[in-house]
C-alpha cells in the first residue's frame, strides 16, 4: 500500500470519527448551537414606528359660526355623508339636529304676535286719545268765539256784564293754549310709545329672521372640491352622527390637500433619544405594502404624553412625505422606518452574539474544533445587529448562543 492510499485512508477514518462523534454527542445534547459569520457593510440603525396618514392642509367644513348669539350649544349632527366621498363646491354634506332652533322660531314667532298686538293696541289708544284732545280743543274754541260774539252784543249791557265776558274770554283763550300745549305733550308721548312698541317688533322681526337663516345654515354644503375626512377632537375621537358640534368648535368635517401629505407616530422614551429633525425616513403603508414613500422628520415633541390606556410615556414625530401617491388617503396606517444612523464598510453581528462578564465584552469564536472566549469592542447598535470596532474579522465564526462548558474558560483580551 503506497503513501497516498495510506494519507486517504488516515482523512476518512479521522472524518468518519468526527461525524460520528458530532452525530452522538448532537444526540446527547439537547442544546443546538447556532453560528453565524461576521458581516462586513452598511450598517443602518433604524427606528420603526407605526402611525397614521394625515393632511398637512386641510381646509375645514364648518356649521353655523353664529351659536353662541343664540345660545345654542353642543348641536348633534343629525346625518353625514360616508368618509371619503368626493364632494365638489356646493355638494351636500350634512345637517344638524335643529330642535333648538325650532323652539327658538316658535317662541320667536308667538312673542312676535304679541308684539303686533300690542302695536295695534297702543296705535288705537293713541288714535283715541289724541282724537279727543282735537275734539276738546275744537271745543273751547267755539266756546271762545261764542264768548267773543257775546261781548260785542255786550255794549248795551251793564259794565258788570261786559267785564264778566271779558274775564270768560281770557280764561278761554288761556284754556285753549294750554290745551294746545298738552296736545303737543300727548302727541309726542304717543309717537314715543309707538317708537317703543314698533321697536319691539322689529327687534323680534329681525330675530325670527336671523333663526330662519340660522335653521337654512344647518344643512350644510362643501365649498371646495375633495375628499371628506371626519374631523378629529382633541382625544382623537372623529365626529361623526351623534356627535356635537359647539360654538368653539363648530367644525363638521374637513378636506384635506392630498399633495400635502405626513405621517403622525409616536416613539417611546428609548427611541426619542436618537430621533431629530432632518432625518430620513421610509414611509409604508399597511394597505398597499408594494408603497414606500421617502420622507423626512420636521418635528419631534419635547414633552411626552401617556399613551391611551396606559402609563407608558410617549414623543409625538411628525414625519413629512417628499413624494404623493394617488393611492394614499389620511387615516391610513403607515411603518415608519427613521434611519438614525448609517455607516459604511463596518464589521457587525447579531445582537445575539454579545455577552459581557463585568466590563468585558466578549464573543464566543469558532476557531477550527475548539471554541475561545473573545473580547470585542462594540460601537452603535439596531434591533438587529451591533458594530463590532475590535476583535474580529470579516467572516470569522461566531456563536449566537452559549455553548456550554466554556464558562470557566479564560477571555481573549484585546491587546
Given at each position: 500500500?503506497?503513501?497516498?492510499?495510506?494519507?486517504?485512508?488516515?482523512?476518512?477514518?479521522?472524518?468518519?470519527?468526527?461525524?460520528?462523534?458530532?452525530?452522538?454527542?448532537?444526540?446527547?445534547?439537547?442544546?443546538?448551537?447556532?453560528?453565524?459569520?461576521?458581516?462586513?457593510?452598511?450598517?443602518?440603525?433604524?427606528?420603526?414606528?407605526?402611525?397614521?396618514?394625515?393632511?398637512?392642509?386641510?381646509?375645514?367644513?364648518?356649521?353655523?359660526?353664529?351659536?353662541?348669539?343664540?345660545?345654542?350649544?353642543?348641536?348633534?349632527?343629525?346625518?353625514?355623508?360616508?368618509?371619503?366621498?368626493?364632494?365638489?363646491?356646493?355638494?351636500?354634506?350634512?345637517?344638524?339636529?335643529?330642535?333648538?332652533?325650532?323652539?327658538?322660531?316658535?317662541?320667536?314667532?308667538?312673542?312676535?304676535?304679541?308684539?303686533?298686538?300690542?302695536?295695534?293696541?297702543?296705535?288705537?289708544?293713541?288714535?283715541?286719545?289724541?282724537?279727543?284732545?282735537?275734539?276738546?280743543?275744537?271745543?273751547?274754541?267755539?266756546?271762545?268765539?261764542?264768548?267773543?260774539?257775546?261781548?260785542?252784543?255786550?255794549?248795551?249791557?251793564?259794565?258788570?256784564?261786559?267785564?264778566?265776558?271779558?274775564?270768560?274770554?281770557?280764561?278761554s283763550e288761556r284754556d285753549l293754549r294750554e290745551r294746545k300745549e298738552n296736545y303737543k305733550i300727548k302727541k309726542r308721548q304717543a309717537n314715543a310709545k309707538m317708537v317703543e312698541v314698533g321697536n319691539e317688533v322689529s327687534k323680534i322681526k329681525k330675530k325670527l329672521n336671523n333663526l330662519l337663516e340660522l335653521l337654512k345654515s344647518f344643512t350644510i354644503y362643501s365649498d371646495g372640491n375633495g375628499m371628506i375626512t371626519y374631523f378629529k377632537n382633541w382625544d382623537g375621537s372623529k365626529k361623526k352622527v351623534g356627535s356635537t358640534i359647539s360654538p368653539w368648535?363648530?367644525?363638521?368635517?374637513?378636506?384635506?390637500?392630498?399633495?400635502?401629505?405626513?405621517?403622525?407616530?409616536?416613539?417611546?422614551?428609548?427611541?426619542?433619544?436618537?430621533?431629530?429633525?432632518?432625518?430620513?425616513?421610509?414611509?409604508?403603508?399597511?394597505?398597499?405594502?408594494?408603497?414606500?414613500?421617502?420622507?423626512?422628520?420636521?418635528?419631534?415633541?419635547?414633552?411626552?404624553?401617556?399613551?391611551?390606556?396606559?402609563?407608558?410615556?410617549?414623543?409625538?414625530?411628525?414625519?413629512?412625505?417628499?413624494?404623493?401617491?394617488?393611492?394614499?388617503?389620511?387615516?391610513?396606517?403607515?411603518?415608519?422606518?427613521?434611519?438614525?444612523?448609517?455607516?459604511?464598510?463596518?464589521?457587525?453581528?447579531?445582537?445575539?452574539?454579545?455577552?459581557?462578564?463585568?466590563?468585558?465584552?466578549?464573543?464566543?469564536?469558532?476557531?477550527?474544533?475548539?471554541?475561545?472566549?473573545?473580547?470585542?469592542?462594540?460601537?452603535?447598535?439596531?434591533?438587529?445587529?451591533?458594530?463590532?470596532?475590535?476583535?474580529?474579522?470579516?467572516?470569522?465564526?461566531?456563536?449566537?448562543?452559549?455553548?456550554?462548558?466554556?464558562?470557566?474558560?479564560?477571555?481573549?483580551?484585546?491587546?
Open positions: 500500500m503506497n503513501k497516498k492510499k495510506i494519507a486517504l485512508i488516515t482523512i476518512l477514518s479521522i472524518i468518519s470519527i468526527y461525524l460520528i462523534y458530532s452525530y452522538f454527542s448532537s444526540d446527547s445534547d439537547s442544546e443546538i448551537y447556532l453560528t453565524t459569520k461576521v458581516k462586513k457593510g452598511t450598517f443602518i440603525s433604524e427606528v420603526i414606528t407605526s402611525g397614521e396618514a394625515q393632511s398637512t392642509s386641510l381646509k375645514k367644513i364648518n356649521g353655523p359660526e353664529n351659536l353662541r348669539k343664540f345660545k345654542l350649544r353642543d348641536i348633534k349632527i343629525q346625518d353625514l355623508v360616508p368618509e371619503g366621498s368626493i364632494v365638489k363646491v356646493g355638494d351636500y354634506v350634512a345637517r344638524l339636529d335643529p330642535t333648538g332652533v325650532n323652539e327658538q322660531i316658535i317662541d320667536a314667532r308667538i312673542n312676535l304676535e304679541n308684539a303686533l298686538s300690542k302695536y295695534t293696541q297702543q296705535q288705537l289708544d293713541t288714535t283715541l286719545t289724541l282724537k279727543e284732545e282735537r275734539n276738546a280743543i275744537k271745543d273751547l274754541s267755539f266756546n271762545m268765539e261764542q264768548t267773543r260774539l257775546e261781548l260785542k252784543q255786550s255794549i248795551y249791557e251793564p259794565p258788570a256784564t261786559t267785564k264778566k265776558l271779558e274775564i270768560n274770554l281770557e280764561k368648535n363648530p367644525t363638521v368635517a374637513s378636506l384635506p390637500d392630498l399633495t400635502k401629505m405626513e405621517s403622525k407616530t409616536y416613539a417611546n422614551e428609548v427611541d426619542i433619544r436618537k430621533i431629530k429633525k432632518g432625518l430620513p425616513v421610509k414611509v409604508g403603508f399597511d394597505a398597499f405594502p408594494d408603497i414606500e414613500i421617502p420622507g423626512i422628520v420636521t418635528d419631534v415633541a419635547n414633552v411626552g404624553e401617556n399613551k391611551r390606556g396606559s402609563d407608558i410615556k410617549v414623543f409625538q414625530v411628525m414625519i413629512k412625505l417628499n413624494e404623493t401617491n394617488e393611492n394614499i388617503r389620511p387615516g391610513m396606517t403607515t411603518s415608519n422606518k427613521i434611519e438614525t444612523f448609517q455607516k459604511k464598510n463596518v464589521l457587525s453581528i447579531p445582537l445575539e452574539c454579545i455577552f459581557s462578564s463585568d466590563t468585558i465584552t466578549y464573543v464566543f469564536q469558532k476557531k477550527g474544533f475548539s471554541i475561545i472566549k473573545k473580547e470585542v469592542k462594540i460601537g452603535n447598535s439596531n434591533n438587529d445587529a451591533i458594530i463590532i470596532q475590535e476583535g474580529l474579522s470579516e467572516n470569522d465564526i461566531v456563536y449566537l448562543n452559549k455553548p456550554e462548558g466554556v464558562d470557566n474558560d479564560k477571555i481573549v483580551r484585546l491587546n
